[in-house]
C-alpha cells in the first residue's frame, strides 16, 4: 500500500460513474480489481438528558467501514487539540500542560468486526444517537433515524504502481450526491507536507491524466497536512510511555543478550501502509463529505 490522494467531483452527473467507467476502459490500461465499498455513520451524543449537562455542547462521532475494518472518529467540540496545548504552555512546560486536559479534540479508534462499535454502545447502553442528513434538503442538519452514507464503485489497477478507486457518494434515501476519486501510488510510503491543502504533483496529475475532460474541470482535491494529521493521531498515554525508560529495555540494559528491535520497525504511523493508509483515507473522507454538509 501507498500514499493515497483523494479528489471530489461534487456536481457528478447520475451517469458520471458509467461514463468515468467507459473512458478509463477505452483510454486506459486498466485492470479490475473489485468492487469499493465503503459505509460511513454519524452518531451524535446526548448528555443534555442528563441532569447538569443541559449545556453542553454535543460531542460527534463517525463511524467509517472500509475493508473489514470500523474506524471510529470522536470529536468534543469542548477540548482543545494538543496544538493549542503546546501553543499556551510557557517554554519549558509543555510536558506538564499537555498531562492537563481530561481529554482531547480528537480521538481516533480503529475497530474490528463491522458492527462491533454499535453492539458495543449497545450493551454499555451509551448515550450517542444515529443521525442522518435529510436528502431533501441539503440546509436540514439531521434527525435520528441510523441511516448512513454509502460510497459505492468500483477497483482498477493501473500497470504495476497505481491503484484507483472511483465511486458515486450515495445517501441514506438513495439518492446520488457526486463522486469520490481515490488515487494510491505504491512506490511512495509517505509524503510529508507542512500546507493542508497541499496535494504531491505527482498525484494530481495523475488523477487529472485519467479522468474525462469533463470531471477534471469540476474536480476539488481533498487533503490534510502533516501538522493537522499528527494532532488527530497523537496518543498521550502512548507519548509519555515513549518518553520513560522503561524496565529491561535494551536501552541501557547491561545484559548482553537483550535486543532493541525499535530501530526495524517497519512502518511508522505517518507512513501510508496497511491499516495506518485505511485510516488515512477514512479521515480524508469523512472531511470531504463534512466540508459540503452531508454529515
Not at 469542548?78 to 510536558?95: C, I, K, N, S
Not at 451509551?126 to 436528502?135: E, G, K
Not at 526495524?264 to 488515512?280: F, L, M, P, T, Y
Request: glycine share 8%; with cysteine.
Amino acid at each position: 500500500m501507498g500514499y493515497t490522494c483523494l479528489a471530489r467531483w461534487p456536481a457528478a452527473p447520475p451517469s458520471g460513474l458509467q461514463m468515468v467507467r467507459e473512458h478509463l476502459q477505452k483510454n486506459q490500461n486498466v485492470q479490475p480489481a473489485g468492487t469499493w465499498s465503503v459505509s460511513v455513520k454519524s452518531y451524535r451524543s446526548q448528555l443534555g438528558q442528563f441532569p447538569g449537562y443541559q449545556n453542553v455542547l454535543e460531542r460527534t462521532m463517525y463511524a467509517i467501514t472500509m475493508d473489514g475494518n470500523v474506524f471510529s472518529l470522536l470529536e468534543d467540540p469542548t477540548a482543545p487539540t494538543r496544538a493549542e496545548v503546546l501553543d499556551a504552555a510557557p517554554p519549558g512546560q509543555e510536558t506538564a500542560y499537555l498531562q492537563n486536559p481530561p481529554n482531547y479534540r480528537h480521538t481516533f479508534i480503529t475497530a474490528r468486526p463491522p458492527g462491533a462499535l454499535e453492539q458495543l454502545m449497545a450493551q454499555i447502553k451509551a448515550p450517542w444517537m444515529a443521525v442522518r442528513q435529510i436528502a431533501s434538503s441539503a440546509n436540514s442538519r439531521s434527525q435520528a433515524a441510523g441511516q448512513q452514507i454509502s460510497i459505492e464503485g468500483y477497483i482498477y489497477t493501473i500497470g504495476r504502481d497505481w491503484i484507483l478507486r472511483i465511486g458515486n457518494v450515495i445517501l441514506s434515501g438513495g439518492a446520488v450526491r457526486g463522486m469520490l476519486f481515490e488515487a494510491e501510488y505504491l512506490p511512495l510510503p509517505v509524503f510529508h507536507s507542512d500546507q493542508f491543502e497541499e496535494t504531491p504533483q505527482l498525484m494530481s496529475n495523475f488523477i487529472l491524466s485519467v479522468l474525462p475532460p469533463s470531471a477534471v474541470g469540476a474536480l476539488v482535491a481533498v487533503a490534510v497536512g502533516d501538522a493537522q494529521w499528527e494532532d488527530v493521531l497523537w496518543d498521550r498515554e502512548e507519548h509519555f510511555k515513549g518518553t520513560k525508560d522503561p524496565v529491561g529495555s535494551a536501552e541501557g540494559n547491561n545484559d548482553p543478550y537483550a535486543w532493541d528491535c525499535d530501530d526495524i520497525n517497519g512502518a511508522e504511523k505517518s507512513h501510508w501502509v496497511g491499516v495506518d493508509r485505511d485510516q488515512r483515507s477514512a479521515y480524508l473522507i469523512v472531511g470531504a463529505l463534512r466540508s459540503e454538509t452531508l454529515l
